[in-house]
């Protein structure tokens, strides 16, 4: 069977050379050796001719004649859950939802550490003493163990806040 760190490592040899921001975010092999390596951008997307790139040196260093294989390269989906500490660090800004144990919570992502993210989110609430209901920010502070999985909200027309 073909190793993920054998793959990892061609993957980020082309990577590195083409230093534009691509990061991985996950490489699965199944046990009938087909490859799937997913990338994602800081900044924007990734190109397919990028896709193509880090697929080339990929299959141009892993022998056929040794262990047959399927590739593929991809970027990561939209709809996809962020998974890996970069895909976070570009989404800071951005409306993300996240899924709880109970519930979750949605709104812009603040920040993240090891431990936790905060994530802001506005509510229209009924004040005491207030006639109207008014808009109220507030900052959760998630803690990891408590979160399932996180994902950008895809919003239209509206860009980076």
Known sequence: MIK???VRAFAQERID?????IFIVEITISPANDILVELDKMGSGVAINECVSVSRNI???????VQD??????????DKPLRVKEQFDKNTGRMVR???????VEGILISHNEEQL???SEHKEKLEGKKKKILVKREN?????DVKEVK???????GKK
């Open 141 to 145: 502070i998630l803690l990891w163990d």
């Open 59 to 65: 299959e141009h260093n892993l022998d056929r004649e």
């Open 69 to 78: 294989f399927s590739l593929s390269v991809s970027s990561a989906g939209m």
């Open 17 to 21: 050379e083409l230093d534009c921001g």
């Open 118 to 120: 905060v994530i802001e």
């Open 4 to 6: 993920k760190e054998t």
């Open 98 to 104: 996240a899924i709880l144990e109970h519930g979750s």
């Open 152 to 158: 950008r909200v895809i919003t239209f027309g509206q």
